[in-house]
């Protein structure tokens, strides 16, 4: 009989009903020639079904109203931008949840320039980012016209991000001033109504293809890198592990222009 | 979100249940729930695919484990009376209730990673690789961490005085 033989993790898969059936029929021969392994066995089945009876009663309590998911889904979609408060703050004072770009800009001024950019973002995000009347000047639709546009202006062909797979739909886009000359700003938002803004322009100085650098103040956090000529920043009021991987992807997406 | 009403709603019993046997505080682990199902909300479209069981008690987990690193660093330690375990099982039935407290304050003697690891397999059903997703630990690790936390079980249980160990047999 060629058969495989029994190994500790064929034990445990036994007791938690994890082997195929033909397997589980080896163990079962097996164990029945090794009481004193079947003896241990046995008692993790044991364990297995104390622990189960155990904690049975906290699966069927009713789910308190506080864990009612339909409630949780309500209050969020009413929750209005929170960043906006943060932000006119942040405008107001010049400092308080800016300090931190602010302070990156003082520390890191050149080499790239990244923080300039990023800072740039963050005031674009509370200008535009609560505006609920006319928060981009050409809309999606017209993407091609929004593409045409940006790309004269900052003379080179700059692509829109596409970021369905992140569950973000483009809202349009406009261009903005900004102390380096001017930027194309594309915003997103999500089904809640979350927006996200993506700022780019072009490095006045300093050398090309600056590594993604993460910004994370008050309710606002970003990423700024820089490919090429192209500076790109992305700022929300989401934590930075879930913004991360949107980054990523605007940089994948703007290498393959 | 429909779809998320209809994958996440049913899954929020174990997610009780696992906070329950972790933190063993009716309202502390309900916290932790909430906790994870508003974050499961806002991150809903930024779940990969895959197991959305294994994606829910991932949060559930780290946000347990984050909470156990802040207790301990205000030198605050885990209570181990039997208070939790009495106010779990007083629903069970008569007859199984000691074996019941018994087994849950057992189970809270062992170091929490092995505790983790037991609580996902053997009470949740999670698979092994979904237990590794969730730990963020290879499955060899799951595998090696669940037979310590099994034999360390068992050592407290066969360790217990005579009465206890009748009571348990009686189980059988």
């Given amino acids: ?257 | 979100m429909k779809d998320m009403l209809v994958q996440v709603e049913p899954l929020i019993p174990a997610l009780r249940r696992y906070a329950r046997a972790l933190v063993r505080d009716r309202a502390g682990a309900d916290d932790l729930v909430q906790d994870c199902l508003e974050r499961a909300v806002s991150r809903w479209h930024q779940r990969r695919d895959g197991s959305v069981r294994a994606w829910l008690f991932t949060i559930l987990h780290n946000l347990a484990v984050t909470q156990f690193r802040q207790a301990t660093a205000r030198g605050r330690h885990m209570p181990i009376d039997d208070a939790g375990e009495q106010e779990l099982v007083s629903a069970a039935a008569q007859e199984h209730r000691l074996i019941y407290q018994d087994v849950l304050s057992k189970l809270a003697r062992l170091p929490e990673e092995q505790r983790a690891v037991l609580l996902l397999v053997a009470v949740e059903d999670l698979s092994y690789a979904d237990a590794a997703e969730v730990l963020k630990i290879p499955v060899g690790t799951v595998m090696s961490r669940l037979s310590r936390a099994r034999e360390r079980l068992q050592q407290e249980m066969d360790g217990v005085g005579p009465g206890n160990v009748v009571a348990l047999r009686s189980l059988k």
């Fill in chain 1, 1 to 257: 009989m060629n058969q495989r033989p029994i190994t500790e993790d064929d034990l445990h898969a036994y007791v938690d009903q994890a082997l195929e059936p033909e397997r589980r029929a080896e163990v079962a021969s097996y164990l029945e020639e090794h009481p004193d392994i079947a003896g241990r066995v046995a008692a993790f089945i044991t364990q297995r079904e104390q622990l189960r009876g155990a904690l049975a009663s906290v699966a069927d309590e009713p789910i308190p109203a506080e864990l009612n998911l339909s409630h949780i889904i309500e209050s969020r979609k009413r929750r209005p931008l929170r960043a906006w408060g943060a932000i006119a703050a942040m405008l107001l004072l010049g400092i308080g949840g800016l300090g931190g770009w602010t302070m990156r800009s003082a520390l890191q001024d050149s080499p790239n320039g990244l923080s300039a950019l990023a800072q740039e973002a963050a005031y674009t995000y509370g200008v535009y980012a609560p505006d609920r009347v006319r928060p981009v000047e050409i809309r999606a639709a017209d993407s091609a016209e929004l593409t045409q546009w940006v790309s004269n202006r900052l003379k080179q062909p700059v692509k829109v991000p596409d970021l369905a797979v992140s569950g973000y739909r483009l809202m349009g886009g406009r261009l903005v001033a900004t102390s380096h000359g001017p930027a194309a700003m594309f915003m997103y938002d999500d089904d809640r109504g979350d927006r996200l803004v993506v700022l780019t322009r072009p490095m006045s100085s300093g050398s090309p293809d600056a590594p993604m650098m993460p910004q994370s103040t008050g309710g606002v956090a970003g990423f700024a890198w820089a490919d090429g000529s192209l500076g790109y920043t992305l700022v929300g009021q989401l934590p930075t592990d879930i913004l991360k991987p949107i980054a990523n992807e605007i940089r994948k997406q703007a290498r393959q222009i």
